[in-house]
């Protein structure tokens, strides 16, 4: 008997087999396609955006950074360095990238050595080209193999080396960087350093640079710094300022342009020895403190300039801030009789008086509701117009200065330069104060002509003495001479413009008159007939100048002070045929001499053998003072 028949589906291996070939057929398909786009991609990359790929990657990796130009230096008037820069280098590594070339360098060559071994090598190198020390910083093998070993991106091992020394670490060793560093050196260090400043390496700044801290190196930065150049480095990461070290990682864009040089007014023999002077007449005398100008009096260039405090700027991290002032242009003072060459112009210039003008002098004065007497005690006298400077009579300069009369006064007090600054170039200066005519009260006049109720620094103090030694032309002071560019090229500078203060014929009458300060009289009037400053006399030249004393402010009461005193003195040599101008000021001297007069005579004796100044034809005529 049959079976029925079944009615079944398609065999289940029949049906498997057929969705495998169809998906195969399409996976293929796929992949086919997908090389094709790979294939186009490859041949775009490759060909038609190969070079703007390549100019991007290099990009990503490269960085401008700026080339320091180097810095001026500052000369005296015949050319000898008081500062200029010398190029050093600084050696650094970048750790990351000096084990990943080292791992690289392994790999192919297993027998190098290992990575300690590498640093090791360095470190011992580093000892054996620098020595144990560098600029006060430790190179020996040790230290140098402690900082190489530091897990850090970046790691500076020394700075301040010299460039030949650091290019052979560099060529022997192409992981260990160099980069620019500049020393600034003052070859002689205190010398002229309240004047020069100081100035210094910058290698936190943006961009590192050589930047002036303190007096000219600050004063005059910009014309000193040139400009910067610009190059391509590569870098650890795009804009980051980490250089990667080896060779052909750099490229100049733009050649930096060296800073100008200064050359100044002073002369560095002169100057040398006038702050040796100065120190030594300070401390001999136990004043506070001590200062110094010498002026060229056809020019008014400041020859030299000394302070008895100074500092090396070199190392001027310990300078004190009384040591870094530079009192002649920032400190002032009431300068005492000094001032009262004012009224002698005045007088004379007016018609007022003559030389030989015979004055009634009282021993006081009474102005407004102040009483003023001479500094030595007398009843009437009868004075001889130059006997009331020669003796510097109170008295006898206020009756003067009250036929003058306030308004002239005032103008004249200008004229010298008074109030302002003397736009010198250096920087710090002080104007003075001279109280406004509108302001003065009536004693005010009873104080101004005798050098109180003012005050003024010692470079225009100075600088009103190169006015009557001049012929009665004051030019302002100045201390730099030239602009000297890097190929050498010579930019002198335009002396300033000078004003006329009196006539020269006034001008030689006061200081004919002032000659007679250092008068030293004999026989027995010898003390009434003699001068105050006799110790300024030297011998063979005739001195014109002028003593002062000017009591100082007492901070516990605001009054004048009966212990405390600027001294001060300005001087002309020789009188007859003015070369030299020298101011003075002495703050609160307590052992004697008490007096600027010496120093003044021992700067003048140096200034006449240095620059050979001839002799006087003929010696300062004794004349009479007090009749």
Known sequence: MRRPLSVRGPAPGRRRGGNSRVRLAVGRLLLVGALLLAGVKLVQVQGFQAEALSAQAERQRATEIDIPAPRGSILDRNGNQLAFSVEARALYVVPPRMREEWATALAADPDIGSFEDRIADIAAFIEQTLGKEVAGQKTDRDTMLAKLSLDTTYVELVDNVDPGKAAVITEKYNNVGSEYRAVRVYPNGELASNIIGAANWRKNEDPPATRGLLGLEIAQDNLLAGSNGQRIVDTMQGNDNVVIPGPNRSRELAAAIPGKS????????????????????TKKTKARSGSAVVLDVRTGEILAMANDKTFDPNDFGKATEDQLRNIAVTSVFEPGSVNKVVTAAAAIEDGIYQPDSVLEVDGRIKVADRTISDWWQHGPLDMT??????????????????????????????????????????????????????????????????????????????????????????????IVRAEVSDDGGRKEMSPPDGERVVSPQTAKTVRDMFRSVMQNASGPDALVQSGTGTPAALPGYQISGKTGTAQQIDPKCGCYSSSDYWITFAGILPADNPRFVVGIMLDNPTESPQSAAPLFRDVASYLSQRYQVPMSAEQSPTVPLVL
């Open 262 to 281: 200064l050359e100044l007014t002073l002369d560095v023999d002169t100057q040398y020895a006038l702050q040796g002077m100065v120190t030594e007449y």
């Open 385 to 478: 117009f130059t006997g009331v400077f020669a003796k510097s009579s109170n008295v006898g300069t206020l009756l003067t200065a009250q036929k003058i009369g306030q308004d002239r006064y005032s103008d004249m007090l200008r004229k010298f330069g008074l109030g302002k600054r003397t736009q010198s170039g250096l920087p710090g200066e002080e104007p003075g104060y001279v109280p406004p005519l509108n302001q003065w009260s009536g004693s005010t006049f009873g104080n101004l002509p005798i050098g109180q109720g003012l005050n003024m620094t010692l470079l225009q103090m100075t600088s009103m003495y190169q006015a009557i030694a001049n012929d009665g032309v004051r030019i302002p002071p100045r």
